[in-house]
């Protein structure tokens, strides 16, 4: 018996791994996120049990504790356990918590690695997190963490960095972001991309600066991209303009 911790990649069922598409047409039980498709899940037989665990911002959810106590319970009982995460389980999924809490519980596990938004997001916008000569690497972090807390996270080291910032889970702190960057010492005019329901039909893209990012209403779920690429679309019907000469698009004025 065997509880595999399935990446369900970033919204498209369409890139949903050979691997995990497998396991959910062999599963047992489903015990799924909030963000999963409904798609994703019509994988699994018509007899398997589908748990949702998401969490719902501002609505009662369970908590880690009663995950890992779900996951060890249908672990004990079942054959083939799915547990279904968006993105990449290892990616600020806590897959590595479940993971350690099955197996202290004698529960075999298996990851089933998925496709991250951190750079699925930038890449359905257009966005290299890494472009030759303009951004040389990419840090991706959580605002799960209140940016004001100063807690965790080094944000002047952030801003400081010269590549490229991914940040994951801030839509409700997008202004205290701006506000701890632009106090980390970068500059307004940086380009930011923030990609809302990445690789959805309802996908949305807001292109403005470090300054507009304070004023825009950003919805979860979504990826803010923050670096010079940000003011890139290399999907776009034009040629690629030189960095120096891009303008951030959908400013907010």
Same mark, same amino acid.
């Given at each position: 018996?065997?509880?595999?911790?399935?990446?369900?990649?970033?919204?498209?069922?369409?890139?949903?791994?050979?691997?995990?598409?497998?396991?959910?047409?062999?599963?047992?039980?489903?015990?799924?996120?909030?963000?999963?498709? =409904?798609?994703?899940?019509?994988?699994?037989?018509?007899?398997?049990?589908?748990?949702?665990?998401?969490?719902?911002? #501002?609505?009662?959810?369970?908590?880690?504790?009663?995950?890992?106590?779900?996951?060890?319970?249908? !672990?004990? &009982?079942?054959?083939?356990?799915?547990?279904?995460? !968006?993105?990449?389980?290892?990616?600020?999924?806590?897959?590595?918590?479940?993971?350690?809490?099955?197996?202290?519980?004698?529960? +075999?596990?298996?990851?089933?690695? #998925?496709?991250?938004?951190?750079?699925?997001?930038?890449?359905?916008?257009?966005? @290299?997190?890494?472009?030759?000569?303009?951004?040389?690497?990419? *840090?991706?972090?959580?605002?799960?963490?209140?940016?004001?807390?100063?807690?965790?996270? +080094?944000? %002047?080291?952030? $801003? &400081?960095?010269?590549?490229?910032?991914?940040?994951?889970?801030?839509?409700? &702190?997008?202004?205290?972001?701006?506000? &701890?960057?632009?106090?980390?010492?970068?500059?307004? !005019? *940086?380009?930011? $991309?923030?990609?809302?329901?990445?690789?959805?039909?309802?996908?949305?893209?807001?292109?403005? %600066?470090?300054?507009?990012?304070?004023?825009?209403?950003?919805?979860? =779920?979504?990826?803010?991209?923050?670096?010079?690429?940000?003011?890139?679309?290399?999907?776009? +019907?034009?040629?690629?303009?030189?960095?120096?000469?891009?303008?951030?698009?959908?400013?907010? @004025?």
């Amino acid at each position: 018996m065997t509880v595999h911790l399935v990446g369900a990649g970033p919204g498209d069922p369409g890139l949903l791994t050979v691997r995990a598409a497998g396991l959910l047409r062999a599963a047992d039980t489903v015990v799924y996120d909030r963000l999963v498709d =409904p798609a994703v899940l019509e994988l699994a037989p018509p007899w398997a049990e589908l748990v949702c665990v998401g969490k719902t911002p #501002g609505a009662p959810s369970p908590s880690q504790d009663d995950i890992n106590a779900i996951l060890i319970d249908r !672990g004990r &009982r079942f054959g083939c356990v799915v547990r279904l995460k !968006g993105g990449d389980p290892f990616v600020f999924g806590r897959g590595g918590e479940e993971a350690a809490a099955l197996r202290a519980a004698g529960i +075999d596990v298996e990851v089933v690695p #998925g496709v991250t938004s951190a750079v699925a997001a930038p890449a359905a916008a257009g966005i @290299p997190v890494t472009l030759r000569g303009v951004s040389s690497g990419f *840090t991706v972090v959580t605002a799960h963490q209140d940016p004001a807390s100063g807690r965790w996270l +080094d944000w %002047d080291a952030l $801003a &400081r960095a010269g590549t490229t910032l991914v940040i994951l889970m801030g839509a409700a &702190r997008a202004e205290q972001i701006a506000d &701890r960057l632009r106090a980390g010492g970068m500059p307004d !005019g *940086t380009p930011v $991309a923030v990609i809302g329901a990445a690789t959805t039909s309802d996908q949305t893209i807001h292109r403005t %600066d470090l300054s507009g990012l304070r004023r825009l209403r950003v919805a979860s =779920p979504a990826t803010i991209v923050v670096g010079a690429v940000a003011a890139t679309d290399v999907l776009a +019907d034009s040629e690629l303009a030189s960095i120096g000469a891009l303008t951030p698009q959908g400013a907010v @004025p």
